[in-house]
């Protein structure tokens, strides 16, 4: 048994339905799910936060094959049961804005400087940031071209699509720039983040990490 990730296929996705297949007692009570719409916390990107039925989840998170949705209590809820899940659509807008920038951030850079390739990202608000080896050229160069080429695609409101099996080959596209495999949620197009600021760029043993924020 696993959970259906529903939102791999559509990050759309704010209510679904889903069955109990486990109720976990813990520390913290964990509830199983036949299939989500909550983005389990992983790959740079903080989890969702929302309902099953009445009950709040506060965290989500990938263990084996299931997604755990970590919640003060079970109420009244039965294995078995058909449930109502959704998720607070503004805090996956915010984290999905993040992860976004942080893919576009990679592209505009490793065509700007082909020297250079993205090694790995972190996209949770005001911690967001790409980091990057290879040759690194200078600081202000980098952060001169960044700022006007991120702004000239967010204003040509560049589609993001999701390439292959949602639930096996999974790429993430933004327009014409090589696919990349991500697990996350995404904005449809670019212009839903009307700007992304470059907070910092600094260069250490050999790594390019490029800080930034995301307007709300």
Same mark, same amino acid.
């Given at each position: 048994?696993?959970?259906?990730?529903?939102?791999?296929?559509?990050?759309?996705?704010?209510e679904a339905?889903?069955?109990?297949?486990?109720?976990?007692?813990?520390?913290?009570?964990?509830?199983?799910?036949?299939?989500?719409?909550?983005h389990?916390?992983?790959?740079?990107?903080?989890?969702d936060?929302?309902?099953?039925?009445?009950?709040?989840?506060?965290?989500?998170?990938?263990?084996?094959?299931?997604?755990?949705?970590?919640v003060?209590?079970?109420?009244?809820?039965e294995?078995?049961?058909?449930?109502?899940?959704?998720?607070?659509?503004n805090?996956r807008?915010?984290?999905?804005?993040?992860?976004? !920038?942080?893919?576009?951030?990679? !592209?505009?850079?490793?065509?700007?400087?082909p020297?250079?390739?993205a090694?790995?990202?972190?996209h949770?608000p005001?911690?967001?940031?790409?980091?990057?080896?290879?040759?690194?050229?200078?600081?202000?160069?980098?952060?001169?071209?960044?700022?006007?080429?991120?702004?000239e695609?967010?204003?040509?409101?560049?589609?993001?699509?999701?390439?292959?099996?949602?639930?096996g080959?999974?790429?993430?596209?933004?327009?014409?720039?090589? !696919?990349?495999?991500?697990?996350?949620?995404?904005?449809?197009?670019?212009?839903?983040?009307r700007?992304?600021?470059?907070?910092?760029?600094?260069?250490?043993?050999?790594?390019?990490?490029?800080?930034?924020?995301? !307007?709300?």
């Amino acid at each position: 048994m696993t959970t259906l990730k529903l939102y791999l296929e559509d990050s759309g996705l704010s209510e679904a339905t889903a069955k109990i297949v486990e109720l976990i007692n813990g520390e913290q009570p964990i509830i199983r799910l036949d299939r989500t719409i909550f983005h389990a916390q992983g790959g740079g990107q903080k989890s969702d936060i929302g309902l099953i039925d009445n009950i709040l989840v506060t965290h989500a998170s990938h263990s084996d094959n299931y997604v755990d949705h970590y919640v003060a209590d079970f109420g009244n809820l039965e294995v078995g049961q058909e449930v109502n899940i959704s998720i607070d659509i503004n805090n996956r807008l915010i984290h999905a804005k993040h992860h976004v !920038a942080g893919h576009l951030i990679a !592209a505009l850079i490793e065509k700007r400087f082909p020297d250079l390739q993205a090694t790995g990202g972190h996209h949770w608000p005001g911690q967001a940031r790409v980091e990057f080896s290879g040759t690194i050229p200078p600081i202000e160069k980098v952060q001169e071209s960044l700022k006007s080429d991120l702004a000239e695609a967010i204003f040509e409101d560049i589609p993001v699509q999701v390439k292959g099996d949602p639930y096996g080959s999974r790429k993430i596209a933004i327009g014409d720039f090589p !696919a990349v495999s991500c697990g996350g949620t995404h904005p449809k197009s670019l212009g839903t983040l009307r700007e992304v600021e470059v907070t910092k760029i600094k260069s250490q043993k050999g790594v390019l990490r490029v800080s930034y924020s995301v !307007a709300n």
